[in-house]
């Protein structure tokens, strides 16, 4: 499934939905065998340049905490990158919901209702964006 969405040109986040548990699988396997294999490299290094025994207690500890530092790198870079990417989500995609509540409150402060209706475009069908406007002012969806 997620080869087929990585070829399709327009993506939409309501069909990538189903993928999320897989792709979080996959990450948490990669990151595992990435430990798995930095713990490994330490090894050969630690044998290799400073003639240390595996078995010795000091070079498990520098190892451990090599390895942690590390887990807890990756665990804070990729926190970092989740809440940047709900922030820019929250900030950059509010507009519709900031101008349904501007049109509420001008409509409110109005003397008399207002004439017309507000034309709301494609998204009749999508949100009920309308519950957002006072009960004097009219929607309606484009002819």
Not at 41 to 57: E, I, T
Not at 72 to 99: C, D, E, K, W, Y
């Amino acid at each position: 499934t997620l080869g087929m969405f990585t070829a399709m040109a327009h993506k939409e986040e309501r069909f990538l939905t189903m993928t999320y548990p897989l792709i979080c699988l996959a990450a948490a396997v990669s990151a595992d065998v990435a430990l798995d294999f930095l713990r490994q490299l330490l090894a050969v290094v630690c044998v290799c340049f400073w003639g240390k025994a595996k078995d010795s207690p000091r070079y498990f500890a520098i190892r451990r905490l090599l390895v942690n530092a590390a887990a807890v790198l990756l665990v804070l870079g990729t926190s970092t990158l989740s809440i940047s990417r709900n922030a820019a989500l929250h900030f950059h995609f509010r507009a519709p919901l900031s101008l349904y509540e501007k049109l509420y409150y001008d409509i409110t402060a109005a003397a008399e209702a207002p004439s017309g209706g507000v034309c709301i475009g494609k998204e009749w069908y999508r949100f009920p964006s309308s519950f957002f406007l006072p009960d004097r002012a009219q929607s309606s969806p484009p002819d």
